[in-house]
């Protein structure tokens, strides 16, 4: 069984991989930010299942603090960012 998990992991680092190369080449800032995204969301699968191939309790701690840094970041991202309430369409209205 943990022959099986470390391949799923294995796999899932290499999509994780490829996706990155895909994401990160691209110069949008949002873009960027999934990829932050998806190597927290893919590293934190990838290590929950090596956690669970060696048994080792402790790599459920670091899964879950790859999750928590990912949702931060976007979170702080997302707060970033300006606003694009009515306000913002009447000030580019008014550039125009």
Excluded: N
């Amino acid at each position: 069984m943990a022959d099986l998990l470390t391949g799923a992991a294995l796999f899932i680092l290499v999509v994780t991989a490829l996706g990155l190369f895909k994401v990160l080449r691209s110069e949008i800032a949002a873009e960027r930010m999934m990829a932050v995204q998806l190597l927290g969301t893919g590293g934190a699968a990838a290590v929950l299942l090596l956690g669970a191939a060696s048994s080792s309790p402790a790599m459920t701690d670091v899964a879950l603090l790859l999750m928590l840094l990912a949702a931060v970041s976007c979170a702080a991202f997302a707060f970033g960012q300006p606003s694009l309430g009515p306000d913002a369409s009447e000030q580019a209205e008014d550039e125009a």
